[in-house]
């Protein structure tokens, strides 16, 4: 089995300097919707500026490098106890180097490691055999400020204080779920955001879901037209709520959404939301023979 | 747009108002989550002694927060094994969660400046009346781009704490910020809260 240490490495100053095309692409888009002079519009420019500056520099788009969490696809042979020991080696190398904050604290002593391990869940590493003999390696960075707005709603749900929050167990109840925590996250989670929703599962598999959905790139559609259409509806209306870049106000609040789904149990409808910040760092490595790709 | 040099005067603080763009230089201190429940707890409160170096520390900081800012960030630092620091990574983080202890760190410390990003709440907006005070918002995420205005690390405190955690002292040129929570009770984070639930409200009664 080769080294691929260097390689991941490389994997993870791409994703914590360089913001996918995709995304970028959205941004600009964006900052074409906000009137001129306005301070949404104002926080677009910025966020543009600051864009362009950490590819150049090579430097983290933003400080919070927040959770690895890699998604690995590994065809037959391949050893998960030594592909788990490389992206470790090359997180710890990309620490020292500045491309990564440390950011495993222990959460007894609240002391942090220094090298952003920590136990058999930081970074998170997720391992699916696959066919063929290409070796696909994902990496996502989600921060905490956009992780901490995630919500996971049990339906049917109501609030007392909004009678007209009344989600049953059907899509139009998920709509409804998925606009109450865009409204909760407000700027919080440094809009304008993507929403990676989850329905079904268990709060463990439906929190999982919802991130791994988040793989997906911003301008594709669903294959299953039901949900292709709640994820434009929920998109545009989430940015008729006036929340705004950081929060200011204005017309983006969200770049897009992703819908996956999971079977539940009968007693259980739970819908599961992660919230991923404008800073959408995801990047994809395929090694095949000495080959390797990054996209 | 205003520049403004630190610390910062009762009057200067007086006359901001909400959406002002602001310049800062000068010199400020980090300080997010565990630097805010240590302060409250071993000197506000003081629901836990003082213990190591705390009593330094705080004899340390305190005339550096007099008047001046404290910003909620917890940077990416290069040359921590030399000791020639330098901010690589440094936006802010979310504020929100010192809003059980901002008023009262804020009062204590005569703090006049709080940055970070999404707002806070009622009590901080009520110590802003009192000290008196403004938040100030910076662009999440700009990282690579305030890094740039962090012209010298002075030093740090609690390097314990954790690079992201500890309280880093800098000089900054040209920081860019927004005023968001003024002095006189102004929030533009309460008006968009309220704007956009009247308008959630609405999609909620849409099938």
Same mark, same amino acid.
């Given at each position: ?295 | ?10 009057? #200067? ?13 000068? #010199? ?32 340390? !900081? ?14 990416? !630092? ?14 802010? /983080? ?54 740039? /205005? ?21 000089? !900054?040129?040209?920081?860019? !910020? ?30």
């Amino acid at each position: 089995m080769p080294d691929l240490t260097e390689k991941i490495l490389e994997l993870v100053r791409l994703t914590s300097t360089d913001l996918p095309p995709d995304v970028e692409a959205a941004l600009r888009r964006a900052v074409e919707q906000e009137a001129p002079g306005s301070a949404a519009r104002g926080a677009l420019e910025t966020i543009i500026q600051n864009v362009e500056l950490s590819r150049r520099n090579s430097t983290p788009i933003c400080q919070d490098t927040g959770t690895p969490i890699f998604y690995v696809y590994y065809p037959a042979g391949w050893s998960t106890r030594q592909l788990r020991q490389q992206i470790e080696d090359a997180v710890v190398q990309a620490t020292r180097k500045s491309y990564l904050r440390p950011n495993s604290v222990d959460s007894l002593n609240g002391k942090n490691s220094g090298n952003n391990l920590g136990g058999s869940h930081f970074p998170s590493i997720h391992f699916t055999e696959v066919e063929g003999d290409a070796l696909t390696i994902e990496l996502m960075l989600k921060g905490g400020g956009c992780e901490n707005v995630g919500a996971q709603y049990s339906l049917p749900f109501g609030r007392t204080a909004e009678p007209a929050m009344q989600a049953g167990r059907d899509l139009a109840g998920v709509r409804k779920v998925v606009l109450d925590a865009v409204h909760q996250a407000q700027g919080q989670g440094c809009a304008p955001g993507i929403l990676g929703v989850a329905i079904g599962g268990d709060r463990g598999t439906g929190y999982a879901a919802s991130k791994e959905v988040l793989v997906r790139k911003l301008d594709d559609s669903n294959p299953d037209p039901q949900l292709d259409a709640l994820e434009k509806r929920l998109t545009e209306e989430a940015n008729g709520l006036d929340i705004g870049p950081m929060g200011f106000g204005g017309k983006t609040t969200v770049l897009g959404t992703k819908i996956t789904h999971l079977n539940r149990l009968p007693a259980s409808f739970f819908v599961s939301i992660s919230y991923m910040c404008w800073a959408y760092r995801r990047r994809k490595m395929v090694v095949q023979g000495d080959q390797v790709h990054y996209s | 747009m205003l520049s403004l040099n630190m610390p910062l005067s009762p009057e #200067t603080i007086r006359s901001l108002k909400v959406g002002d763009p602001v310049l800062l230089s000068g #010199t400020m201190i980090t300080g997010r989550d565990t630097v805010h429940k240590w302060m409250v707890d071993t000197f506000i409160k003081r629901t836990r002694e003082p213990q190591g170096d705390d009593l330094e520390v705080y004899a340390a !900081v305190k005339p550096l927060l007099e008047g001046s800012v404290i910003y909620h960030c917890g940077p990416v !630092v290069s040359g921590l094994d030399t000791k020639q620091y330098k901010f690589v990574a440094a936006g802010p /983080t979310t504020s929100i969660r010192e809003e059980p202890y901002q008023g009262l760190v804020m009062e204590h410390f005569q703090i006049r400046g709080v940055i970070g990003k999404g707002g806070m709440g009622a009590k901080t907006l009520a110590a802003c009346q009192a000290v008196p005070g403004v938040y100030l918002h910076a662009i999440g995420g700009a990282a690579s781009l305030i890094a740039q /205005t962090v012209t010298r690390v002075l030093g740090v405190y609690k390097y314990d704490f954790g690079v992201p955690e500890a309280m880093w002292v800098i000089e !900054v040129k040209d920081f860019p !910020v927004v005023v968001t929570m003024d002095s006189h009770g102004g929030s533009l984070h309460a008006e968009v809260e309220e704007r956009s639930r009247a308008a959630l409200k609405e999609l909620l009664a849409k099938a």
